[in-house]
């Protein structure tokens, strides 16, 4: 258990090639779902071995509830007792807990001022427009996802570009980018090796979205234009946590324009000895050593918290 519970705490560094090679090189679809997954999943087993850790770091608190078995010489040489590993557990374990809740109520109160300035304004399908000369534009989720669009915004665009922006936001709300971007957020929060990947989800979610908008509208330099034209509008990319279609990013937009200016993406998964693959073959094989890690540092304190416990 010594070496397999500290090694989910730093597999997260074999994800990192992957972030950008991923965002430009895969399709946008397969790199939000890739990059998503492997984020979600190193976060989950990090987290856990920091709660583990902090089992073991809470046996040296005086009057805690652990069995008194672990007083046992033979117990303690058998989980990676040391006091100052138990300690920075147990603060490292609040401070994910409480950057995680931060996360969550932040996104909970975008979401509801969201919902209150749209409140009462006359809504077309599913497009509510703000009369506000600041230009933005974002997708709010929900049962009735609602794409929200300023006056400002829709003044700066053509008709043609306005059908791309509202495709793009639409594109984030049928698939589910809010969430995409809520979990990715959950990720870095819990474990700070996985802000690139949070970047790099960000960058591909829109990617994604611009992808559809071009395929909705039949043009992608239209849609190129309408993000360019957007992101120079811009003062912002609209409320933090929500898909925007003018994201401030700095490198982003011009990357996402001319990704629209070139051909479009293949679908196809790269070959194994592309620099693309080999570090996804990475990523995965990361992946799954921390899952198994993770699993193994439970199943071996379980085991010997069971032995501890008298009968």
Request: net charge positive; charged share 20%; glycine share 8%.
């Amino acid at each position: 258990m010594r070496l397999a519970v500290y090694l989910p705490l730093v597999l997260p560094l074999t994800a990192l090639p992957v972030a950008r090679l991923a965002a430009d090189h895969l399709h946008p679809r397969t790199a939000t779902r890739l990059l998503t997954v492997v984020a979600a999943v190193l976060a989950a087993c990090s987290t856990l071995c920091l709660a583990l850790l902090m089992v073991v770091g809470t046996a040296q608190v005086p009057g805690n509830p652990l069995p008194d078995g672990w007083a046992d010489p033979e117990v303690r040489e058998e989980v990676p007792h040391v006091r100052v590993t138990g300690t920075v557990a147990i603060a490292g374990l609040l401070v994910v807990l409480v950057a995680a809740v931060t996360v969550a109520r932040r996104a909970l109160r975008v979401r509801r001022d969201a919902r209150k300035a749209i409140a009462g304004l006359p809504v077309a399908g599913d497009v509510a427009v703000l009369p506000d000369d600041d230009p933005y534009a974002f997708a709010l989720p929900g049962r009735e996802g609602r794409v929200i669009v300023s006056t400002g915004m829709l003044r700066c665009l053509s008709a043609a570009e306005r059908r791309a922006l509202i495709a793009h936001e639409r594109a984030h709300l049928e698939r589910g980018h809010s969430r995409v971007l809520f979990v990715a957020r959950l990720a870095a929060a819990s474990q700070p090796l996985l802000r690139p990947l949070r970047t790099a989800i960000g960058y591909t979610v829109e990617r994604w979205a611009d992808e559809e908008a071009a395929v909705a509208v039949g043009d992608r330099r239209t849609t190129a234009r309408a993000v360019g034209k957007a992101a120079l509008a811009a003062r912002g990319g609209g409320p933090v946590g929500l898909p925007a279609f003018a994201a401030p990013a700095p490198g982003a937009v011009p990357r996402r324009v001319a990704a629209l200016l070139g051909p479009t993406p293949d679908p196809s998964w790269p070959t194994p000895r592309s620099r693309t693959g080999l570090a996804a073959i990475v990523a995965a094989a990361g992946t799954t050593v921390s899952v198994v890690s993770a699993l193994n540092a439970s199943v071996a304190l379980f085991v010997i918290l069971k032995a501890a416990t008298p009968l």
